[in-house]
């Protein structure tokens, strides 16, 4: 049996349609016409649902994505207003997601007032907990910001700030298949010790290209392969 799950990043709605030179909310409607189209388990939005994080911009995010707004799991990014974005997702928050044989693990990695991320010891800990206590065979690590350098025009300055750390604490585990984030409107998948890293696209604009919006289709299988699939349109 196929099982899989879809991730979006990156919507940055706001109460104004046009942000940074593009109508988000337009954009938006049209990914998630495309995702209804489709066969899948779970939605991931991994992070800056909101561009100025007001509440009435998660409002509106909501009643976009409502055609599609089964088994929907979030975690916020560096533009998201977390009180405001629980008080409309409260119930949507990604603890963890099971799906088959397969677990999906969030990490906070946003840090207040700033762009980058960074994962103190804390974080880490839990992290470390959570990977611990999984019953499931297979597991995908999610993040909002990236934990390596994208290989692009990205400042890199602006991802995670101690990978080192973050990587310190996971590569003892082998059943981390997989590591995804967004943050940096790039899709991009790169391989590191065997564990598979993918950079979702933004549903808004790409910040190196291409001129287009998109989304990434992860299938999984019984035997701990995953493949991703970037639907571009």
Request: glycine share 4%; proline share 3%; net charge negative.
């Amino acid at each position: 049996m196929n099982y899989s799950f879809i991730q979006i990043s990156d919507c940055h709605i706001d109460d104004e349609k046009n942000v940074w030179g593009t109508d988000s909310q337009k954009n938006l409607s049209t990914i998630v016409k495309s995702i209804s189209k489709r066969n899948y388990n779970a939605l991931i939005i991994s992070g800056d649902l909101a561009h100025n994080g007001t509440a009435s911009s998660y409002s509106t995010l909501k009643d976009i994505i409502q055609p599609i707004s089964d088994n929907l799991f979030i975690l916020p990014g560096n533009h998201d207003n977390k009180l405001n974005l629980s008080s409309v997702f409260s119930e949507h928050y990604l603890p963890k997601l099971t799906i088959a044989d397969w677990e999906i693990i969030s990490i906070d990695s946003v840090q207040e007032n700033k762009t980058s991320g960074f994962l103190n010891k804390a974080k880490l800990k839990l992290l470390t907990k959570k990977i611990l206590s999984s019953t499931k065979k297979f597991i995908v690590l999610c993040l909002h910001h990236p934990p390596i350098s994208m290989e692009s025009d990205w400042d890199d300055k602006k991802s995670l700030e101690n990978s080192d750390d973050f990587f310190h604490t996971i590569d003892k585990f082998s059943k981390i298949k997989a590591v995804i984030w967004g943050h940096a409107h790039q899709s991009s998948e790169f391989n590191r010790n065997n564990v598979k890293l993918f950079s979702c696209p933004s549903t808004t604009l790409q910040f190196n290209g291409p001129e287009m919006i998109g989304y990434n289709h992860f299938n999984l299988s019984d035997k701990g392969e995953i493949n991703c699939e970037t639907v571009w349109l």
